[in-house]
């Protein structure tokens, strides 16, 4: 049963919509899929069509601070927070209680594995887990990759939105090399493809080619397309919004692409534009392998895209090609 965080700590990237949507997709096709809302602004739990996130008790992150009090035994099970939605997907809601749960994390023992603890007993009802995370790679979105198996990082088709590509890769590479070692990355998913710019167009192909052999970049592409917001506007997944849309029948296409890569034998068969990739897909994910640990002295600036172009990726991912 794989464990997805949905992740990248540029905001306004798509991360959001593409959980709701890609958790309805998996759904159709049969799957039993859970959503966790780990964001404090709730967006998902909101696009999910929880009208008052505020109410929400106990959320995930009342679910937290009690872990990290080492109250969890005797309040509320994480099974009580569970929620269905409009669109008839479960979910594990947010609110503002998890900012305040964030800070309980800090001084708690084995904080980056809080999360991982309270979805352990959920693992065997369900067939997929898909976690929003916030836009950060703080300690709430540390705990998300030690919980997951893989990650999907939604990358919006702008360059700005690129730079910061090579220091999630970094953080990864960290996670994998000191908490989790079987995290993967399932692959980078183009969002918010605006095929009429020239801008758009440059930005898809220098991500395809920079990681070509290095990342799994999904083939699915996400274009702007101004149902998705209003889809989020009523509460409802793109599927019930819209089912004939094109951003419908791209999350879809993301689901069978998923399925593959996690090797789940029951995956929709795949569309004619997809047969060529067959093989490439099976032998995904593509691991992190384990990044040097850094001599210390004065702090390096911060990666960007153009560097871990530059560099053909070894220094974040270690493989050499």
Same mark, same amino acid.
């Given at each position: 049963m794989p464990i997805i965080a949905v992740a990248n700590q540029k905001g306004g990237v798509g991360k959001t919509t593409s959980t709701l949507n890609l958790g309805a997709a998996l759904q159709e096709a049969g799957k039993h899929v859970l959503l966790?809302?780990?964001?404090?602004?709730g967006n998902l739990s909101i696009a999910a069509g929880i009208v008052d996130i505020d109410a929400a008790y106990p959320s995930i992150?009342?679910?937290?601070?009690l872990a990290a009090r080492g109250r969890a035994a005797g309040?509320?099970?994480v099974e009580d927070a569970i929620v269905k939605s409009a669109s008839g997907l479960d979910i594990i809601p947010s609110n503002a209680a998890l900012s305040a749960a964030e800070i309980g994390l800090v001084s708690a023992?084995?904080?980056e594995s809080? !999360? $991982?603890t309270l979805l352990k007993p959920l693992q065997t009802h369900y067939d997929y887990i898909l976690i929003d995370c916030l836009p950060s790679l703080g300690l709430l979105a540390i705990?998300?990759?030690?919980?997951?198996?893989?990650?999907v990082i939604p990358v919006q088709a702008d360059f700005l939105a690129i730079q910061g590509l090579a220091q999630i890769f970094e953080t990864i590479a960290a996670v994998r090399e000191q908490l989790n070692p079987d995290l993967n990355i399932f692959g980078v998913l183009l969002t918010l493809v605006d095929q009429r710019t020239a801008h758009s167009r440059d930005v898809v192909k220098l991500v395809r080619s920079s990681l070509l052999g290095q990342v799994n970049v999904f083939d699915t592409e996400v274009r702007l397309h101004v149902a998705l917001k209003e889809s989020a506007k009523a509460g409802r997944s793109i599927l019930d919004f819209d089912d004939h849309s094109p951003s419908a029948t791209a999350y879809r296409s !993301? $689901?069978?692409?998923v399925m593959a890569?996690?090797?789940?034998?029951?995956?929709?068969?795949?569309?004619?534009?997809?047969?060529?990739?067959?093989?490439q897909l099976l032998e995904l994910p593509v691991l992190v392998a384990q990044a040097p640990r850094p001599e210390r002295g004065p702090k390096a600036p911060a990666p960007s895209f153009a560097s871990f172009v530059a560099e053909g990726g070894q220094r974040w991912l270690g493989a050499s090609y």
């Open positions: 966790v809302d780990l964001d404090p602004q992150g009342d679910l937290l601070a309040g509320p099970k023992l084995n904080r809080m !999360l $991982a705990n998300a990759l030690r919980a997951a198996n893989g990650i !993301l $689901a069978r692409e890569v996690c090797g789940d034998a029951e995956c929709l068969p795949l569309e004619s534009s997809m047969e060529e990739t067959v093989e």
